[in-house]
């Protein structure tokens, strides 16, 4: 009997117990009517089809996204490895399994990211912009350190959101320098961290902190106008000038380029602008980054939804 | 010498002295080096070429959208007419005239509208959707007696908005009877009132209420933008319920009907879709309305810019 | 054994014999080479999968949109309910049974909806459009009460075509009213009445009246070239002025709006327009509300096809 | 004196008499208060600014593409020529003068163009197709050998129309030849035929024969609904089969390939495809012969409003 | 025993020996553990699943695009056919059987075209524009005669390219006469002749000489890139003067028409609009002819994936 | 007298001689039949009209773009300033001016930033990517230091090339740097110095060095598809392997990004995808910088036609 061995490494043939997470869960019934359940069982590593022939009940498929403790064998349905289990219940609060092993997380170290943002934030000259960073950090924190920054499309993980900003203001405090001659750094550098700070409240999200769906807000106001709403009370409470509690909205509001990718207004000033390039740019090369996991150097990928196209990952890069 | 006679009745060689508003301003110099001073005057009745040889200051490039005391005569330069006017001043606070007679109106009665829009509020059922309406109307009233629903595409004149808004609103009481089935009468008529009432604050105005251009707001963030913030703002101090909160914002922010006509989000529930094509019809039959103003029977008008075509009126329409 | 009773109540275990509707009828071979039927059968409360194993020929694939008898048992295959029949044969002149029953019917009163539109074209002032729209609907009765308005998208049961004329002629009464200055009653109702009558000649239907696919006209031409010929032709035959009978024709073939979306020409007098826009709302309602049918409030829909998006149904609607 | 020269060959301090086409009239006022009058003469070489200071009267702006008879000398204007005219009056029965001289014409002999395409029909082998493009042409034969087959795009000269389906219709053997597989010769010839034989109603005519503008059925119909819809009444009239009648309106219909391009169909048989690809072919091509008059080998147009683009002239083409 | 017989002829019941073509090959594994082997056979006349369920290894998937050997007996399976082989191996090179009588080939005499489009080329009068295409034909002419157009929009069988080409040939020959005024026809002959050949490296090909996908040139520069680099490099070689050289690069850049259909640049020469437009036709009319062989006349395809839409094939076409 | 007064700083009345830029030139003549010359003199600073009213001949439109000598006075006419010169002649080999001080010139250091250029690429690890980037320059070097980016869009001025590639080039490295696990550092540096070196055959060039026009092959290839060929030249001349020499094509070939911006092809890697967005920030980045140039702080500009858009400058950017 193996103990909680990672998804990607089960062999056929392998009896295993141990915690996962459940998916796609159905109940059934045999030709015989006999009850049985499917779903299917994952954690960071990868996932597998379950099969629950002797089903006693216990789990619904109501409980999909939450982790069950499974004891069964590896077997093979057409052509797939499928596992099925003799014993079969929900997690509970007295069972030990590590939960960060159970959905995939940014490959990175997240407290070492946030303060790097937090030193960022820290060193911007204006001071409204600066309270404007603080305070919304402060209030966001918990939910910024641990939520995907999307359903699918890419960084779609824990952590997902902390990756993309940071990596969004390190490309973003470059370019302030680089374009000094027209772009306001703190007004850049406020509107890049502030930008998918709402996504915390567009997605309903899995006990273990993956988007499953959108929410009710998230479908019928969007991200970006929601954001925008936050943005304006706060500048409000904090007494910004006008002007500067406009900007930081419009960069929000604008920071999805053109209407047909969803922004509720064109860019129209400079920080605007390098926002939107500077999203493309970091959720391009993530979906690429994405992509080169599964794909081997010199192929072509299949057709990327998307991006409504193949892409190619060169031999010697 | 005439006085203060409607624009459109002037004619070659009459001498004029009167108030009327100033647009389109500029100081120059003749070859000579003396200053003159041209610019266009005009009432609600249309509008005349000015032209101020003997220019001794006093008026700039600045007071367009101001009224004008003039004298002078009605003369002809390249087939037009033209006002030459001996004397020339800004209008002050001890002139007597009557702003109404200088800018376009909406042709209705509107304190009659006013009165009928607030009875259709009176008659809603559901409490947090009147207590809404009621509200915003408060808060906006004197704008919403007085503002342009546009800068001239349609309903581009002194109480533009408010007829706009009560033209719809019967339509919307009309269509919620007719789909009872799947439509919320308070929710559309709520959603209805609010729509434009951010055009409030979308663009500057002349002294005398015409929208002569976008604001900051207006351009950065547009009208559907700050209108479903300020819902979201109220409702949230009426303590109206998470999904009558959203549905008002979902409603203002989609009222434009697909993101390349600027909204914010695409309808997604049954009153915003009827919204939306609630706003199409008044806007289309008040464009057909002015166009037929200029327009023989039997005869296609110019292409028109906001339809992309040319239109027909009947010969016997 | 039960008789007749309605698909939508079908349990586990039932004996059933009764006349259903047949479709996606399928002859096949077991691996034993045995021959055995498959379809589904439907009234108008639903439908069930079919499998005759016994097959002893009398019906084919051709058969589909017949009425057959059946005669068996309610069993489950894959999570589905299916009716395993014994008995299986097409119903013939002697069967008694309520086609109504078998196909979904427009939720209304069609005798007076009829003669709500008879009150209708009786009541317009101009006698040209009055008398074409009593010669056609004279013309087109029989169809009239009975062909769906599409083959799925929305009225796609018995009574679709006058359900959805009723309703825009309705609130094509209420808007000619209020927006007399620009719309002339009788031109609009008249092409209101007639827009969609060749629908007619646009499908092939079943014996059942369903449309199930498009008539080589309906392809190849189209049923606004199509109704647009009629109602010249006809025009010529009632004398007519040029004018008025260029006019019906024109909303006849612009009411789709926009030549991507099938007009053949972009509506350019304000009762096209019109015309336009309310088929729009009817439509749309409509689809709203066959869509309310299987969605609980608070939901949101998959994608439709017909409208490109998901749709909300809220939870006090 | 010289008379009747071709304008393109006026010099300047040329005195001259003779007959051309008045356009752009204009009657207007000196500053001191004088009535002249001003417009364009033109002949089939080209045009010129006409002026006449000593206006007496006897023709108005509304005499646009008539014939006058003036007598005057060649100055010059703002670096153009102009005709100033001292005696100026409209032609009359009396006079005598070409009127192939004053208006562009097809650089083709008209007769002999006309008797191949008869040819052509004759050789047509299914007697329905046969009958109606002869009845067709025995119909249309005046205006079919005069009309423009434009306002201005390509073939806007008298007997356009006729060069144009002349033109065609020898391509349309070829590829007839060429797709024998899939291509009814005589169902595309008879199509080649009557495709544009409308735009004889879908235009107002000068008097001289060039088109002016779009009549009210061509604006509200198009000359696709009414060619496909005398077609259809023909075939009626001839007895032709139903399929034949239906593919013929088809081919009329989707002759401009997409409806943004106004098609009211899209061609869905090879035949229309075919159709649709040699007007592109001989548009196209008339487009450059016409570019060509006033382009220089080896160089570059200005932008072609209905190409959308520039076009080059090679250096030995 | 059959042997070798059309796969098209295959019926219930049949032994078979023969070489076919071996595609989607799938090695799998049974419930039991034991390994068997899917995939499809095919030759020119049509295809069939096979199933190998003692498999003894020696083909992989791998080997997809091979000629295998097969013996064994067709039967039913899920109502389609199933070829289960007994003796399943790789073709070797003592194996004697027909490559032609296993894939698709263009319906001419290949010789024939090649033949007429040389004696064309020798026709050309302008000695730049012939050397050229003689070249060409002289260094791509093994390819020439075999490749596809196409991996299966239309022209997807060996001789495909020779087959387009020769009849693009004879269309741009008639035009190059019907336009002659503005079309250089040594120019069409010699663009047309060159605007596919670099398809030879756009394609990996199966060794019998389909298109199985897109090479990395292929997709990374296009045939049209490619092509024109070649024509540049052949023109500085054979010291063809400047504009020669570009026009014949533009006629191959351009030949798809527009960008969003894979044009490097838009046609702008009347050489290039004609090349585009006599590519649509044969390629079109070639799309017509390939779905008209598996449907009835009178009978409508369903949606053809190329032309966004579906064809009608008269009944007497 | 004032001598080579900047443009800028002409006051009405000065007289002045120097050396200025002639463009717009044209040769009129007045009512009274002399001659007379219009254009505008221009230089680094700004334009204004010529007049010269005793024209001798001497100069012709054809010198459009090159330095004339002028000796006169700065009037006014119609508002606008006006050089009215007594003395107009062409500058010769004998005169002494500062051609850098008669056209806008790139506002940097170029001897420093073809310094950094080359320091970077010195320090690429692959050889075969630096001696490409290395020969590149050493062919285009001249050239890469005076040309614009553009004719008009941004960096249309001497130097702007090397501006935009230098600014590109350190954008570059620092996203190497940021993804280093996608992006091949030296594909990327040596794509981005590539991108626009064939501009130096897109355009023809005044004589001081501004783009006037597109050149034939300009218009007819594009820079792309030129430039892709002389990478694929030289790749092959220095023995490149093939992945290499196909992926710095596609670089080149694909950044404009979509097809409708003139890419030939879609970016299917990584440092294609980014070379585009790096372009992107780099010319948006300058048309803010070359906007705000002529904007006031707190206004928005008028309609960019690149952008299709206005942009605002914030007060306090």
Request: overall charge negative; charged content about 25%; some cysteine.
């Amino acid at each position: 009997m193996l103990y909680n061995i990672a998804v990607h490494d089960m062999a056929l043939g392998d009896e295993i117990e141990g915690f996962y997470l459940l998916s796609a869960a159905q109940q059934r019934t045999t030709n015989a009517g006999k009850p049985y359940f499917t779903g299917v069982l994952s954690d960071r590593s990868g996932s597998v089809e379950l099969v629950v022939w002797d089903f006693a009940g216990g789990v619904t498929p109501e409980d999909n996204g939450k982790v069950v403790k499974v004891r069964g064998k590896v077997s093979e349905y057409k052509g797939s490895r499928q596992f099925a289990a003799q014993r079969f219940r929900l997690a509970d609060a007295n069972d030990r399994y590590d939960p960060d092993e159970l959905v995939p997380t940014a490959p990175i170290d997240r407290e070492a990211e946030l303060k790097e943002i937090e030193a960022r934030i820290a060193s911007m000259a204006d001071a409204d912009y600066r309270r404007m960073a603080e305070e919304m950090l402060r209030r966001h924190r918990d939910s910024f350190l641990r939520i995907p920054a999307a359903k699918s499309v890419h960084h779609g993980f824990v952590g997902g959101l902390l990756m993309h900003t940071g990596s969004m203001l390190r490309t973003a405090d470059f370019l302030a320098g680089q374009y000094a001659e027209v772009i306001n750094r703190d007004l850049l550098l406020c509107g890049t961290l502030l930008h998918d700070l709402a996504k915390e409240r567009e997605f309903d999200f899995s006990p273990l902190g993956l988007a499953v769906d959108y929410s009710l807000e998230g479908q019928l106001l969007g991200h970006l106008v929601m954001g925008a709403r936050e943005a304006a009370a706060l500048a409000e409470e904090l007494g910004l000038p006008r002007e500067k509690a406009v900007l930081l909205q419009h960069l929000i509001l604008s920071h999805h380029g053109e209407p047909e990718f969803g922004a509720a207004v064109r860019p129209m000033c400079a920080e605007a602008e390098l926002l939107h390039l500077i999203d493309m740019i970091d959720s391009r090369m993530e979906i690429y980054a994405e992509t080169f996991e599964n794909l081997s150097p010199g192929a072509f990928s299949a057709r990327i939804f998307a991006l409504d196209k193949r892409i190619y990952r060169p031999e010697e890069s």
